[in-house]
Nanobody, 123 residues
Framework: QVQLVESGGGLVQAGGSLRLSCAAS????????MGWFRQVPGKEREFVAT????????YYADSVKGRFTISRDNAKNTVYLQMNSLKPEDTAVYYC????????????????WGQGTQVTVSS
């Protein structure tokens, strides 16, 4: 069982930056693939980024590639999402998620979810 708690969301102007953090409980954090998804009201949950258990492999949605960076610190049981050059269309609730196995981009492939943190980008 893994519990995930996100932090770092907030209000930022377009072009600005935010860093989201996700703290995980449990001694097996380093064995989990971690991911970030986002969701706006009325739309499906959207893949943002994922990182392998070792951190060696990362994948990004085309919409954030080159602007967002996912990373992890297994010693701290924490995964991060550095978001730069933010755009109003990045406004959403951002969710941290975890799964065993290979990296995936579909939300139904993930077993554990945090409660989400709101990111609002003003124009």
């Amino acid at each position: 069982q893994v519990q995930l708690v996100e932090s770092g969301g907030g209000l930022v102007q377009a072009g600005g930056s935010l860093r989201l953090s996700c703290a995980a409980s449990g001694r097996t954090f380093s064995t989990y693939v971690m991911g970030w998804f986002r969701q706006v009201p009325g739309k499906e949950r959207e893949f943002v980024a994922t990182i392998s258990w070792s951190g060696a492999r990362t994948y990004y949605a085309d919409s954030v590639k080159g602007r967002f960076t996912i990373s992890r610190d297994n010693a701290k049981n924490t995964v991060y999402l550095q978001m730069n050059s933010l755009k109003p269309e990045d406004t959403a609730v951002y969710y941290c998620t975890a799964r065993n196995g290979a990296t995936m981009t579909q939300p139904e492939e993930y077993n554990y979810w945090g409660q989400g943190t709101q990111v609002t980008v003003s124009s």
